[in-house]
């Protein structure tokens, strides 16, 4: 009885675990326009990305929310980018030219969590 109680816990337990993993990736900015592929002029403030076509999904990410850490530098010319803490953005867009687990993010959501010269950073995401 009590190996039952453990390997239900144990099940419990991975499946919470599971459902809060971190994608390792990288983030660029980019000048927010309209119309966003998802939500056409519709302003949808300042807190938003632009997918990698894996992600985006023919649409199906319009309006997730991610939340995204900086995690370190992409290149040698700005060693420390990262600023304290993590962003929520909405998904409002596709990024034609991002690569996997490349994320776009309006210029204001870059700047929250780096410095904006070092222009591209490794990043953790998850769904908000």
């Given amino acids: 009885m009590a190996i039952q109680r453990v390997i239900v816990f144990t099940l419990i337990a991975s499946s919470l675990i599971s459902g809060s993993y971190a994608i390792?990736?990288?983030a660029t900015?980019?000048?927010?326009?309209?119309?966003?592929?998802?939500?056409?002029?519709?302003?949808?403030g300042t807190m938003i990305a632009a997918a990698n076509a894996a992600l985006f999904n023919?649409?199906?990410a319009c309006g997730r929310r991610y939340?995204?850490?900086?995690?370190?530098?992409?290149?040698?010319?700005?060693?420390q980018p990262c600023r304290n803490?993590?962003?929520t953005v909405k998904i409002v867009d596709m990024c034609p030219g991002c690569e996997a687990n490349q994320v776009d993010l309006s210029l204001?959501?870059?700047?929250t969590?780096?410095?904006?010269?070092?222009?591209r950073i490794n990043i953790d995401f998850n769904p908000a």
Avoid: H, K, W
């Fill in 58 to 60: 023919n649409s199906a």
């Fill in 29 to 44: 900015y980019y000048n927010v326009y309209v119309p966003s592929s998802c939500y056409g002029f519709e302003n949808q």
């Fill in 24 to 26: 390792a990736g990288t």
């Fill in 108 to 111: 204001q959501a870059f700047a």
């Fill in 85 to 87: 803490g993590e962003i």
């Fill in 67 to 79: 939340r995204v850490r900086c995690t370190g530098s992409t290149n040698q010319g700005i060693p």
């Fill in 113 to 119: 969590i780096a410095d904006l010269d070092a222009g």
